[in-house]
């Protein structure tokens, strides 16, 4: 594999599992040198087996909703690994629930992780990028429910409709330094969090037994299965690379074609 990202800088949020795992083991099979952060000490592992691999990796546990974490995190990444050049904004949460028995600290929570979380990384991401003259990348997670509202979850789709918004903003002011702003869409992959929505919203859509709610939702996608960490990284690393240097403020859909638009 070309090594498009050697001695690149990357950090990537939500990087103990799922998606942002895989993110992570892309990059550092590129060459890059990864700091993969996440709520949780799991994430030492994922560091841990990276560097297993041969890559210079780095782990940090924080809450992407506050700045006084999120600013010691890139200042740790500039100390240990360089100042960044890529940061993956990944890090999210999701609860299913009916209307009358959504709670406000539920909409307060997955707002802040899903939205702010994104704004704060992004905004430390890029001043330490422009002082340091990179002409780097942010990355952001979106998800197909910002493309469409699902039942159940007006919070989160609420949440990655503002992933879109914020991206677009910061693409229109930062395109003329260099830095490029840009999310993706993932659709229905095999990680954990698709695993509690299908059991979450297997009770509430018609008592489902585990597995099988996936399985109808699978069976709607045109390409026929549900989508791996593997297939979201391709396209974030191609984000990242020089290939996509003048591509911003775009937000693809990465789902088997369950949207195309």
Known sequence: MTLRFQDKVVVVT?????????IAERFAREG?????????????????ALRDAGAQAISVVLD???KVQVKAMYEQVARELGE???????????????????TEAEWDK?????????FLCCQEAAVRMRAAGKKGRLINTASGQARQGFI???????????????TQSLAKELAKTGITVNAFCPGIITTDMWAYNDAA???????????????????????GRAGTGEDVAGLVSFFASDDAAYITG?????DGGMFMS
């Open 14 to 22: 939500g990087g103990s599992r799922g998606i942002g795992k895989s």
């Open 32 to 48: 890059a040198r990864i700091c993969v952060a996440a709520n949780e000490p799991l994430v030492h592992e994922t560091a841990q």
């Open 64 to 66: 992407v909703t506050d």
């Open 84 to 102: 960044v050049d890529v940061s993956v904004q990944n890090a999210g949460v999701i609860t299913v629930a009916r209307l009358e028995d959504l």
């Open 110 to 118: 997955v707002m802040a992780v899903n939205t702010k979380g994104v």
């Open 152 to 166: 159940f979850t007006p919070h989160y789709a609420a949440s990655k409709f503002g992933v879109v918004g914020i």
């Open 201 to 223: 919203w297997g009770k509430l859509l018609g008592d489902y037994q585990p597995g099988e709610l996936m399985a109808e939702w699978v069976d709607a996608i045109p390409m």
């Open 250 to 254: 775009q937000t693809v859909n990465v």
